[in-house]
């Protein structure tokens, strides 16, 4: 029980399909495991929220996937700073305890750090929780309080943006807590790393087997130009010296 209230987990996400458009790791010969691999990290961060007995709302453009029982808002607004304030401020709204916020572009967001992140806003409901990204930028923020006027002096969709919210957190004096840093998919070499860890929650464990599988390919698969060429073979002239 949540001595603040019910929490809600608010999903910010283009949805699997969009997300997948928006970073093509694999090519076409692995898009099937791209898309699991999308579908996956909505579906465990829903799952971390249900285990904190959190109400869960998705702000998407796009439906989520059919029997998710989840509260479904689109995105307003024509930039992605515009669209996240909208969103967070429609579910401040509708909360009735504290508010975390997240993507579904980072696999370490799972039941533990959520109820972390809980236990550390229902013990000081002043403090906001980040989850820092190692590309700058955040992947969860937390707040039993609203965050509204602070988010809209933030550096969005930069390496800035990370320290843009610290700066304008102190301006208003609220405290802040950090979590661990982790990393974002954003590219073919962070999937690399991430199927590297080894150490994977059970519902990850086939969605990592078929990306790993994809990686194989690529790596066996001959380049483009030599595909379009077809062996070289060179014929030298005998007492002719090679061209320099």
Request: aromatic residues 2%; charged residues 25%; proline residues 7%.
């Amino acid at each position: 029980m949540h001595r603040l209230g019910s929490p809600t987990l608010l999903v910010f996400t283009l949805g699997p399909g969009r997300e997948q458009a928006r970073r093509r790791w694999l090519g076409r010969r692995g898009a099937a495991a791209e898309r699991r691999v999308h579908e996956q990290c909505l579906e465990s961060v829903l799952e971390a929220g249900r285990a904190a007995d959190c109400v869960l709302r998705l702000a998407s453009p796009t439906a989520p996937p059919s029997g998710v029982d989840v509260e479904v808002a689109g995105q307003r607004g024509a930039t992605f700073g515009r669209r996240l304030l909208n969103a967070v401020a429609d579910a401040e709204r509708r909360a009735s305890g504290p508010l975390v916020v997240v993507g579904t572009d980072t696999p370490g967001v799972g039941p533990e750090l959520v109820a972390e992140v809980l236990e550390a806003v229902d013990s000081d409901p002043d403090t906001v929780v980040i989850g820092p990204a190692a590309d700058g930028g955040i992947y969860l923020l937390a707040a039993a309080r609203s965050i509204i006027e602070e988010l809209g002096r933030v550096k969005w969709r930069s390496s800035q943006t990370l320290e843009s919210l610290r700066a304008a957190l102190r301006e208003s004096g609220r405290a802040m807590r950090l979590l661990p840093v982790l990393r974002d998919l954003d590219t073919r070499r962070d999937l690399e790393r991430w199927t590297a860890l080894g150490a994977l929650r059970s519902g990850w464990r086939r969605v990592v087997a078929l990306v790993r599988e994809a990686l194989a390919r690529l790596v066996e698969a001959p380049p483009p130009i030599a595909r379009a060429l077809g062996p070289l073979s060179v014929t030298v002239a005998a007492g002719r010296a090679p061209p320099r």
